[in-house]
Nanobody, 123 residues
Framework: QLQFVESGGGLVQPGGSLKLSCTAP????????IGWFRQAPGKELMGVLC????????HYGDSAKGRFTIYRENAKNTVYLQMTSLSPEYTATYYC????????????????WGQGTRVSVSS
């Protein structure tokens, strides 16, 4: 059964960086598209980036462009989200999403399969 384990979040100052990790013990992520989504307090879950098996990447909106990078290491069954130039607007809990072999279309309702990792950007 799929259960994501997200990690790497924490408190960071504006302008700082974090690298989030996502793995799924006992579940092979290799065939699937894996997305990073975030949910700010009181807000809906929204997509950040998604990566498919062939490393094709989907951006959800423009906020992550030039700031965030998604990549996967299949040998470690792990997907990463490298975040730079963070600002308070990125404060949220970040979740991994698996919705099939293709990245979900923008606006598609997706399910969460982990507890997420919290990112707080504050001085």
């Amino acid at each position: 059964q799929l259960q994501f384990v997200e990690s790497g979040g924490g408190l960071v100052q504006p302008g700082g960086s974090l690298k989030l990790s996502c793995t799924a013990p006992g579940f092979n992520l290799d065939p699937y598209a894996i997305g990073w989504f975030r949910q700010a307090p009181g807000k809906e879950l929204m997509g950040v980036l998604c990566i498919e098996r062939d490393n094709q990447i989907t951006h959800y909106g423009d906020s992550a462009k030039g700031r965030f990078t998604i990549y996967r290491e299949n040998a470690k069954n792990t997907v990463y989200l490298q975040m730079t130039s963070l600002s308070p607007e990125y404060t949220a809990t970040y979740y991994c999403i698996l919705d099939g072999i293709r990245c979900p279309a923008p606006g598609r309702k997706v399910a969460r399969w982990g507890q997420g990792t919290r990112v707080s950007v504050s001085s």
